[in-house]
């Protein structure tokens, strides 16, 4: 089923029986059995009980907690992947300069043909005024398209994303109304509505994949196309 976000400041999260109820001042605000439940995401002020807890771990639901305005804070993690094969051989891949790159610029590829195929589409249903603006944005990610297809090195291949994200961008301030104070993508903090819906919502999506590359054994840790730093789920970015 689709996780289950508890965003009420001051609920509590119980175990009863193998079922998990949330309540504020003694009112019950949701009763759900733990067979229905996958991923429970947790906002700010909200406890969970030691039964709750240990039942989660039992079970492997994915447990994320985000502060009551959407900052990632972490997640309750079972015994980590088994997968050590698998592991060792993502290590294996990062370790060969060539199939980094070849999966590399699959990735930028990826992403810069869904952001042409996304404005195409919405140029359609827009005046024409910005139709000339988004048609200028999908040519220029076209080109970047080209030689992010055959580039030979991780930083140009990574400048040719920067590259086709700044047309983008211009073209998708193009297709929002003025009155909505969007001017660019803009991350600490948002400074209008539009980007702080944006923020939000890769939070909410960097949780999913990272939850996604763990299950399936792999380190969310080590990715191919953003470099690897403390802390930064590199592959995890990939993905998205």
Known sequence: MPPVYVREQGAVVRRRGERLVVTRDKKQLLDLPLIHLDQLVLFGNVQLTAPAVAMLLRAEVDVVFFSQYGKFRGRLVHTGSKFARLRHAQLQKLSDEEVTLTIARRVVAGKLRNQRSLLRMRARQTPAS?????????????RMLERARTTRSLESLRGFEGKAGVDYWAAF??????DLGFRGRQY????????????????????????????????????FLH???YGRPSLALDMM
């Open 130 to 142: 910005a139709q000339a603006r988004v048609r200028r944005a999908v040519t220029g990610i076209g």
């Open 173 to 178: 301030r193009a297709l929002l109304a003025d």
């Open 188 to 223: 600490f903090p948002p400074p209008d509505p539009v980007n702080a819906l944006l923020s939000f919502g890769y939070s909410l999506l960097l949780k999913d994949v990272t939850a996604a590359v763990q299950l399936v054994g792999l380190d969310p840790y080590l990715g």
């Open 227 to 229: 470099t690897i730093d």
